[in-house]
DNA sequence: CATGAATGAGCCTTCATTCAT
DNA sequence: TATGAATGAAGGCTCATTCAT
């Protein structure tokens, strides 16, 4: 790769963050081309050498985060690493704890993946549901695997509680969106694991 | 009331109803003014003598949802209707049943609901977090009653596992949406309750 | 007249009044007929009954105007009254102090007569104009008397001083609009007067 | 100043040039940008990237008015130049002579500056009569002096005279307006000098 | 006759996009 | 290649005017 190519590439790079910065502060509808221009003091003609269009730039800033994110889970461990309850539990407690950090860390990730993917096309839409279907999938794979081993119940809809799971993770990462959030979302995630491995029926009932 | 301010009352209530089709059609940002009038028939010009402009239609939509989703839930059992761990498994079937019957026989009632409220404004976002908080709140208070019958764990953590919940009723929402959801959504409903109600942990595990 | 003419003559003066209220106090562009029917509680339909049109109005408006300080210039002495150089200094301080009365006392008819003219329509600032030159007229009128009975000049420009005379009355009525003006404009009429008679050329010069 | 500056500043220059054209044929409420942008066979777009708005025109439209007839004025003598009568009747004279040589040569100004600064804006009407008051301000310097060199008439009020005459300079530009006027002004001019310096009185009254 | 609901021409303004420099 | 001047489609909104009630 030419040095020529090296800065461009960054320089993508850099509209691409200053995009999702944007989006971010100001949602895309109220963002300009020449808002994210001027937060890169480039000229926003450049833009237009990087980026097709207004339209594309976001599909290019969602890639970036879905990037991120499964990269984040990424490190840990895969649908199979889990041969036990007790493993399959810490297993969970593990990825409870990866995505908020991404999210948390960073509340602009969640809140330009859940809110400003909606409200500007229906194909953005779709991606951003197809990316929950892929999560989804991806914790199916887990049940399915913990009812393979036999430490999950044997009757367990699978994919329809992956649904459901899906929905308390879609929770939590709202949940570290508001402005108030400065409690520790370790109290939601601890709620939810024992949500999901008792239930919340009393012993005795 | 004469007859006129009926008149009147009853455009005003067609122009929310037309907003409400073509933000769900084309989204907010796409839809203007003058669409929403030639949906109806009417000048353009009539619009501003029912409501202030674009923005003020919108919060008069929501409010609108709001309030049937509110009217189709206050037919069901208060929070502390039920007594017995069945009692309270009925109800909560009964809720499951009702929230779909409104999402799931017009999608567009969710589609807006959850995403048009986004990429507007802090303002409406705010709205519909609040929303989620209500429901959330309700949802605390059937467990917080379960818990004080004794028929629901006496350690549960009644705000968070509400949360939890409330994302699992989110998912099913969304999972209502998706344009093949041809499949009935009384799977996901069941698999929700099981998953409230016995985990997913094997018994013996 | 019939009762039923008489009060249409009526609301019509009041229409004409409210007009000139809404006219003095947001000017032409900014006044709409709206705002003239909720000054008189009248409906804004009505208005049409009465006037063709939005321009059509301040037409009224200044023929009113226009009467009214006809009719307070009337009460004073005709053209050929003055006879001898005093009696027609005398003459010249009961104009001066006539015309002000009314522009002072209500600084709304000079602020419509000069302000709200112009900027409308080339005929209004015409019909502004013929009033400024009727009124040069009238001033020529005295001069011409005052130099057939010799007490003034004989070689006396009578066209263009009238004219001359006439922006030292503009000028007057100008003073009186200033937000400041407190200040008593009998010292500008004073002054003008002098300037009139005497000149401002030292005796000895 | 590099070639992009000059341009730029070039047609800054037009867009106020093209506006006084507009405002002067068809004032400025019947003027739109789109008139302008026309007139200068620029997309109207171009305008805002020069001008705030339409209100933003306006005011420089009148600056550069302003500076044009300060500009023409300041080549006269100043107020001090003159020490005796005729010294001072000779640039009374001139003054006369170079104020409706702007007017009369051009008599859209008088007419943009008198006509369409009222009506606009509480603000822009104040503006214009500032500039008279200012007017005034010079003349009194004018006649100040007059006074100190003994010419003129030492119980000479001066700023109430300077008003005076600063109205007889307001009828002769209101005069220079007129669609007939192609009679000359040098008349109206003698004939204010002449009532300036000897008054209207015969000698012998 | 009075009313005010309805209308739509028309305006200002924004901003994504293009292209000459 | 980077720039930013130019553009004009598009849309929100106002308000004078009409007309059915």
């Given at each position: 790769?030419?040095?020529?190519?090296r800065k461009k590439a960054e320089l993508?790079?850099?509209?691409?963050?200053?995009?999702f910065e944007c989006f971010a502060k100001h949602g895309y509808?109220?963002?300009?081309?020449?808002?994210?221009?001027?937060?890169?003091?480039?000229g926003?003609?450049?833009?237009?050498?990087?980026?097709?269009?207004?339209?594309?730039?976001?599909?290019?800033?969602i890639d970036d985060l879905i990037a991120k994110i499964i990269s984040a889970l990424a490190v840990e461990n895969a649908p199979d690493a889990a041969n036990t309850l007790d493993e399959y539990r810490a297993q969970v407690g593990r990825?409870?704890?990866?995505?908020?950090?991404?999210?948390?860390?960073?509340p602009r990730i969640p809140r330009v993946l859940l809110f400003e993917t909606t409200g500007v096309d229906a194909d953005l839409t779709g991606r951003m549901l197809?990316?929950?279907?892929?999560?989804?999938?991806?914790?199916?794979?887990?049940?399915?695997?913990g009812v393979e081993c036999?430490?999950?119940r044997a009757d367990l809809d699978v994919d329809n509680t992956a649904q459901a799971v899906n929905g308390?993770?879609?929770a939590s990462a709202i949940h570290g969106l508001r402005a108030d959030s400065s409690v520790d979302c370790a109290a939601l995630n601890q709620a939810i694991s024992r949500l999901m491995f008792d239930g919340i029926r009393a012993e005795n009932a």
């Open positions: 790769m030419t040095r020529a190519e993508r790079r850099e509209i691409i963050d200053a995009s509808h109220a963002t300009g081309i020449a808002d994210i221009a001027t937060t890169l003091g480039i926003h003609g450049t833009f237009y050498r990087y980026f097709e269009n207004k339209r594309d730039i976001i599909d290019h800033v990825i409870a704890e990866a995505l908020p950090r991404i999210f948390f860390d960073d197809d990316l929950l279907d892929q999560s989804a999938s991806l914790t199916a794979a887990y049940l399915h695997h036999g430490y999950l308390m993770m879609l």
